[in-house]
């Protein structure tokens, strides 16, 4: 039996919900500091919309009688209570992961913590959502955080962006006041990447507009948050993307079978297609795509599969499998940016890993040339990173791995880095540049070394560390001036 | 080709994923097998990832000895039937001292019987990865678990400083004495387990079904009564109720409900109208405060 064939209506809390198959998954991340009624909301959102049970209905009741917070009846922040004891153990900064789901849709929130010093639990957490929640007190509007909030969730790759402008009932359900926060976030927004985005006017303390259209707000005709959460497409996927299959493991097994396994991370691929593995270019055509429930025809995005092809490549896990027209750069050298996740900072004797979709190449060198303001969104000449940092930097790679830049193919564009004394993650980030061919001295590369800075730039400096920290700021100057105008640059002090 | 409903069928290919990245990155994984529904769905998803091949670890089942009768033989059957590597491990120690879950309390019994035992047999084995049916949906600490958890030496879990994960990226890269737990059904709920169960037809074991069988109520909970070493309370007798499980354990630890589901389409039916959370029947779980986060720190998967 399917499970669309169930159709009992069964009451889960104060919304009837109809147990029918469920629709598509929704990634969803939810962001704002603890003033900004983050808990409440999303306690609201999961009271209201089923993905509480009794015996949590029950706890929370008891504990709101306790605390008579607000003089209301529940309150709906402490059905995250499960996360507040181990706040008291100091970890509530990390994301927790809560379900639910409606008629419609699966549901995953990530919650994130929204302040400045999380903010690299914050772009771990964005990392995995389709959507963002970004959430502002109605009294206060946008503040800085919320820009930061947004820089993040651009940064990561999030393409939809709801603000929900909380708390409406204490500025009196003022629609003046909305709007001027809906116009200064719209201005915000549009320095950013994003697709779409949307503002909603609720109060998540008496629900109005979360799961429950609010009467107290007749100004505002949009859809409630539910709403537009079972509505909105998650998927911001290009038209006609290439095909790309970082390959995972070959599996082998009796009867000569040869199959690379990975999951397609853009595009798609069909039995008879010409693929080609991008580092070596060597090409082949696909012959099956293996499944124990049968063989498919098609593989898309997001499908974990195993590709058999009519010819052997001489190919292991890293490789990238791309349609043959349009493929990945063999890149030795990027430019990324990225988020500082480690307590430890950059260093850059240190040993580090590059690990993208599947491949684990070794760094030769790094140099970090900027840190990113979060109020400007502005680029400031720097050499050091460190823990919640954003920085730009550019890494030479010990031999060419195959990648995309970020801003075209999400999948193969991003990448962690790792420590190579203990294994550890200690930096996230998106490929923006990239190029194919070892750099090399006079090619096309300007390496920026002690002498020459000495001999004119930096002609007026001493030894002091004074003058040390100013010898290293005009070199980082120098190269965002000259990488602004397209010239490759090496620092080497 | 399976009728997968579409977030089914993201989840399922997230978890074969997650599969090969770590069979890909550790040198010795191994799954536990704990025999109920999520490692099940586990399992099959381990031989949906290396099809045509087999799995390329064996299955680890830590038994306490406490486990029902029906879920031997199902454990049994299913290594046989998959011609899969099946350990066994008990911690005999603990056996020759007699930690029972009559006479001590649930949280040195578990401690003795499950952590101390798997941390022996992980160690015995010496793997270093080891696949987990937990989900995050289960409890309030494994909300915040990584899909690779890292253990320092000692297996212990360290929750301030597990490892970010960001994208589809994981790091598998072990520093010195560090071992995992893999998560491959992290972003699963309840729900979805059983309608994986139903959709892909996965055998389970029939005491997740409901039937007439020998009860005694304690502190409001329902004990189904599997052999002859249960201490009745003066007075009391098994009476035959018709009840199945939600979760499986031991069986003077897990809680029966009472139910008339007893097909796949019903307990489907009854679970997504669920009016009460899964481990509410687990009374390991409500030992002490924060109860599943001390079994993490010491070990426990």
Redesign the interface.
Known sequence: MHVAALRDEVSVGPRTVRATQAGALVKLLTCGSVDDGKSTLIGRLLWDAAGVTDDQRAAVALASQNRAVNGEKIDFSLLLDGLQAEREQGITIDIAWRYFETPGRRFIIIDSPGHEQYTRNMATGASHADIAILLVDARHGAKRQTRRHAAICDLVGIKKVVLAVNKMDAVGWSEARYRDIERDFLAMAGSFNFAQVMTIPVAALTGDNVVYRSTAMPWYAGPTLLDYLEAVDPVAELVDAPFRLPVQLVLRAAGDFRGYAGTVTSGRIKVGDRIVDARSGLGATLRRIASMDGDMPVASKGDAVTLVLDTDLDISRGAVLSETARRPVNADVIEARLVWLSETPFDPEAGYLLRTATDLTPVTSMSVSALVDFETLASTPAHACGVNDIADCRVLLGRATAIDLFRDLPGTGNFVLVSAIDGATVAGGVITWAQAGAPAVGDNVLVLNRALLARGVCADLGDSPADEAEFNRRAQEVAVLLRSAGVPVLIEL | ???L????K?????S??IF??A??QFRAPVLLYSVGKDSTVLLHLA???????KPPFPLLHVDTTWKFPEMIAFRDRTARDFGLDLIVHTNHDGLARNINPFDHPPSVYTDVMKTVALRQALDTGGFDAAFGGAR??E???R??ERVFSFRSAGHRWE??R????????L?G????G?TVRVFPL??W?E??VW?YI??EKLDVVPLYFAAERPVVSRNGQLLVVADERMRFEPGKRPVLRKVRFRTLGCWPLTAAIESDADD??SV??ET??????ER?GRLIDHDT??AM?MKKREGYF
């Not at chain 2, 993201?10 to 997230?14: R, T």
């Not at chain 2, 597990?162 to 990226?169: F, G, I, K, V």
């Open positions: 080709m399976t009728a409903t579409s977030h089914l993201l989840l399922e290919a997230e074969i994923h090969r990245e069979a890909a031989r949906k990832t290396f099809w045509p091949a995050r949906d409890e309030g600490s909300a915040k929750p301030r597990q490892r970010p994960e960001m994208w589809q990226l790091n890269r072990l520093g010195k560090e992290s972003n709920t729900g979805d309608r139903q959709l796949i389409e489907v039916e997504l109208a669920a009016r009460v959370s509410a405060a924060g986060e």
